[in-house]
């Protein structure tokens, strides 16, 4: 029976070439290639071996204390009670400064993290900092806001429970915080160039401009002004408006951008009163998330949003009329709304005057004939 007796060195900090001592590790003439070494399911690539000893070199290991595993193809498990304790260790936290606001990626460089984000919780100060990727070496997140002012505050990382010894802390900082005064024109339509004025727009990283969560294609940018095109995809409706700068972090959002909804056609435009027809709309700004489409004061049957200048809507049916009416065909995109006209007529209206016979069988087969009026 093959053993493992002793392991060298007893802890895993980033990538550690261990030495196991142990007996009969040759049995049944094995080698390199017949033999499996794992901690915690990560693979000991083995890279010498003997019948007392092994080496092998182990990437990284979730931080904790775990039992050494080895097998040998053709012999079966080794006995082994051998632990090894992975450290939990923090290297290096970039940014350490952040706009108020909070925004910026954090990476926090180290050893022992779970790969899996849900075991894992950053908190700076008393606020959560998302998790967004992990491996065993590397976490980022993003810096939550931390309100209205600077202060520097803890940096405390839990992975798969257990605490990691940091004495890093964020400096919010007031003075590198974006921050936007006014915006001009306050009102447009997509494709409007707008003008940003504030402060502290060019940090260390690229700048970025959103108009809700919309980019703004910057054309001119300096520390106080920028000049950028609202992208075309924005939808109707009244949209923040916000810098970010990386590694600094988002300016304020309390500035508001209103994006005009137009309606341009409606094809068909006319239907029957029975209503129930695919009626295409044209215009712009359609990409909201709250989308209502009525007709003579009825919602539509359904709406469908094909891009931010089309719509579908089935049409609603109406009170009949032996004259053709006229009425509003209104859209709403996020409290914002815009009328064009859709005619009911009485021509397009199908309608049964008669059906013989009125019954049959159980056993079907019956042919029925249908009498009425605007057939197709």
Known sequence: TPHFDSVSPQWINDTTNLTITGRNL??????????????????CNVTEMGNESITCTVISVE??????????????????????????LIST????????????????????????????????????????????????CIIPPQGNSSGSVNISIISHQISFPSSFTLNYNETVTPNITSISPTFGNSSQVLHIIGDNFVG???????????????RNSSQNLIICTIDL???????SVRIHVDVVGNSNSNIFYTNDLSVTNTTPSEGGYGGGLSTTILGHGFNGTDVNVTICNQTCLSVQVVSNDQLICITPDVSVSDVNSSCNLTVTVDGISKSTYFIYKANLTASITS??????????????????????
């Open 355 to 376: 059906v013989s016979p009125v019954r049959g069988g159980t056993g079907g087969g019956t042919t029925i004939t249908i009498n009425g009026n605007n057939f197709p």
């Open 93 to 140: 936290i970039v940014p350490l400064m952040s706009s108020i606001y909070g925004g910026a990626t954090m990476t926090i460089v180290g050893h022992g993290f779970s790969k899996n984000i849900s075991q894992i919780q950053v908190t700076i100060g008393t606020n959560i900092c998302p998790v967004i990727q992990a491996t065993n070496n590397r976490i980022q």
């Open 26 to 43: 040759l049995t049944g003439g094995s080698t390199m290639a017949d033999i499996d070494v794992s901690i915690n399911s990560n693979i």
């Open 63 to 88: 931080a904790g204390q775990y039992t050494i595993i080895g097998f040998i193809d053709g012999i079966g498990n080794i006995y082994s009670t051998l632990t090894i304790t992975s450290e939990a």
């Open 204 to 218: 260390v990283g690229q700048t970025t401009a959103f108009v809700g969560n919309t980019k703004c294609i910057i």
């Open 233 to 239: 995809s924005l939808a109707a409706g009244h949209h």
